[in-house]
């Protein structure tokens, strides 16, 4: 298969720097489109791959999957997408196809396993699939997705992971008027649940242990903020709640949280702390509570989350950065000093 030469940002090995590199792409076949990358999100996902703390990285890596930009080439069999419309990429660039889930419109629990966007088996070339931090991204049409026009498009790069990864549970649990729902920790993921979750009419009460951060998620549109370090306050709110979004991804008391709902409320996790959480019997026995997980959503689910931030203008809370600040960003990242996501400014990369 024919290829050309990209000009990426990666890094060779767990412990070095991000620096300028070259990658190839595939040129375009029949299915594909090909998009100029105007910017690209920084997700914690993204460090972890670097600096192989997950295992399995393929060096040289280059990371992002919050893509957003605008299509240069399409091929002859695609009718989805014309040049110069605005696409997107998130976090997957294939599937199986072929298996339940990706014929339910679930990719992201293909049963083989899904190609992801970087770090993934990439079938053409045949060897690991190059994210977003590059110029150009060469895509099966069916994977990328329309960005609303209406939308800031940096705002919208993290909206491909952060946004779908909270939007998706909130969808599957049926959230709507009604319903009073926890969103656990206000970073990331957690800014965006509170957003989609009030834009679904739904009554938000944000838990933080940064008192800091209370005024924040009021702005943000949290109806009620709880300081979770105070007993009183979390004591307040035990079995009131219907539903709780856990984006928390260090070690916390889940037992206390699963207090906090009703009878047959259910408890998310799209946090992933490294260690196991204690999950005591008799937090979810009494009152048929449910502990569940979930990740991002399907190509389908993925643009009606677009469709609907479009309709509703959410986007996410970012820092715009230079491509060559990237190192300082991560750094940053580790130490949770970023409100609430990096996006890197692709420009950057071609100057």
């Not at 990358?37 to 993204?46: P, T």
């Not at 970087?118 to 895509?139: C, P, R, W």
């Not at 949280?257 to 005591?280: C, F, I, M, N, Q």
Request: proline share 4%.
């Amino acid at each position: 298969m024919n290829t050309k030469n990209v000009k990426a940002f990666g890094t060779a090995a767990p412990d070095a720097p991000l620096k300028p590199l070259n990658i190839q792409r595939r040129e375009v076949t029949p299915n594909d489109v090909e998009i100029e990358i105007l910017f690209c999100g920084i997700c914690h996902s993204d460090l972890h791959t670097a600096r192989n703390e997950w295992h399995g990285t393929v060096y040289p890596a280059v990371l992002g999957h919050e893509i957003v930009g605008k299509v240069t080439r399409v091929g002859n069999a695609v009718t989805k997408f014309h040049v110069g419309d605005l696409a997107g990429v998130g976090c997957m660039v294939d599937s199986c196809r072929v298996c339940d889930s990706c014929r339910e419109g679930l990719e992201q629990y293909c049963e083989e396993g899904n190609i992801q966007t970087y770090n993934g088996a990439d079938k053409h070339l045949g060897m690991q699939t190059f994210g977003g931090y590059s110029e150009s991204i060469v895509v099966d049409a069916h994977f990328a997705l329309r960005i609303p026009e209406n939308l800031d498009l940096a705002a919208t790069a993290p909206l491909l992971c952060a946004g779908i990864t909270t939007y998706s549970p909130l969808k599957h649990w049926g959230i709507g008027p009604g319903k009073r729902v926890g969103v656990v920790g206000i970073g990331g993921l957690g800014h965006m649940g509170v957003k989609l979750a009030k834009a679904m009419g739904a009554h938000v009460v944000v838990f933080t242990t940064s008192v800091a951060k209370q005024a924040d998620a009021q702005r943000l549109g949290a109806h009620e903020v709880v300081l979770s370090t105070d007993e009183q306050q979390m004591e307040q709110q035990r079995g009131r709640l219907d539903f709780i979004l856990d984006t928390v991804s260090a070690s916390h008391d889940i037992n206390g949280y699963l207090s906090l709902l009703k009878r047959d409320g259910t408890l998310t996790l799209v946090g992933a702390p490294e260690h196991p959480l204690p999950v005591a019997a008799f937090s979810v026995i009494p009152a048929r509570k449910s502990l569940a997980g979930s990740t991002i959503g399907g190509i389908a689910e993925t643009q009606e989350m677009l469709d609907f931030c479009g309709e509703h203008n959410i986007t996410s809370d970012i820092e715009l950065i230079d491509i060559r600040g990237i190192n300082e960003a991560y750094e940053r990242l580790l130490k949770g000093d970023v409100h609430y996501r990096f996006v890197i400014d692709m420009a950057s990369l071609r100057n």
